[in-house]
């Protein structure tokens, strides 16, 4: 077995500590890392730096972070569904850095890719500009924007193998492998857990190289944030 294995997600987030900063990734609801963040709710961590695409809804996701106050800032692209989030935004509890999503994307990207900053259109002329340095290319301004480094990422895969090599399902690909390469610690929980080679070199989205730590997941609920349904004829 593979040192990089650990038996529970409370046990591969043993070192975490109040004031960590942490990218969470999936997409909305979906390819959420059900099981660590359960584990980080449990071991109570506060004072929490999450970068997320959206902050879950009040009751699913990184949601109940929020619920027990053990997020102090918010760096996000979306927050829509979550009541929790605009009632302590407005009430002073937490400080939010709102970022258009491809900003978000790349600004995670660019951490992964040893790229410090870059410049992006987007935002210019709005409040996502105030501060930022701004110069001019072949006519059109650009807005600098930082890459985002984070002290752990947690991730979501379909399947993994014990070296750390993974494959995301559809929609769950989003944020997550952009995330790994983001952090100083990934810790990636996995639907189905198998041994090296039982994977397909051509199927691998993200090499275990960008992995540290990896469990096999369990109880996944798979949250809908709104479901909508019709009559069946």
Known sequence: MSDKVYDSASAAIFDLEDGAVIMSGGFGLCGNPE???RA????????????SNNCGTDEYGLGILLQDRQVKKMISSYVGENKTFERQYLDGELEVELNPQGT???????????IPAFYTPTGYGTIVADGKEI????????????????NYAFVKAAVGD???????????????????????VTIAEVEELVEPGEIDPDDVHLPGIFVQRIIEGKDYQKWIEQRTTRPRE
């Open 40 to 51: 980080l709710n449990d071991k109570g961590a506060g004072d929490l730096t999450i970068v």
């Open 35 to 37: 099981n660590l963040i």
């Open 104 to 114: 978000l994307a790349e600004r995670i990207r660019a951490a992964g890719s040893g």
């Open 162 to 184: 014990t070296a750390g090599n993974l494959v995301f399902h559809a929609t769950a690909r989003n944020f997550n492998p952009i995330m790994a390469m983001a952090a100083d």
């Open 135 to 150: 110069r001019e290319f072949d006519g059109r301004n650009y807005v600098l924007e930082k890459a985002l480094h984070a």
